[in-house]
């Protein structure tokens, strides 16, 4: 889904607004990755998708990005999650690096990618029997 916005939106918007205007115009969802400090706020807004406080990095043609992946998420506060992405070329090379990864396991175990789930798990359940033993 990521990627199909980073497409439709093109451009974001960035705004600096005092802190009682941006609450009143965008509502409290505006401080779900935490709320900055000061009077006035820089508020990001992604299309009719999101609206956020920040004062991290971004870009500002959606575009220009290319594909974008998850690689994982950290918890920053009870209920927020911290996404760590890479984007264009990085986005490439960690894909290849994946790939080759699965790749090299589907050697180690002599199977198809689309059998290697099953056959990971078959493994894991004989090694936790024998453990029994």
């Keep these: 889904m990521s990627n199909e916005v980073i497409q439709q939106v093109g451009r974001t918007e960035k705004m600096q607004l005092n802190r009682r205007d941006a609450d009143s115009r965008f509502g409290f969802d505006l401080y779900q990755g935490g709320a900055p400090k000061g009077t006035d706020i820089r ?28 690689i994982r998420s950290t918890a920053v506060q009870d209920g927020v999650e911290r996404l760590h992405i890479v984007s264009g070329e990085a986005e490439l090379n960690y894909s290849r690096q994946q790939e080759a990864v699965l790749r090299q396991t589907c050697e180690v175990f002599g199977v198809n990618d689309e059998d290697l789930p099953k056959t990971a798990l078959r493994f894991f359940d004989d090694w936790k029997a024998q453990r029994k033993k």
């Design 43 to 70: 508020i990001l807004k992604i299309g009719d998708h999101d609206v956020q406080a920040c004062g991290g990095t971004h870009h500002d043609d959606l575009s220009l990005i290319g594909a974008i992946r998850i």
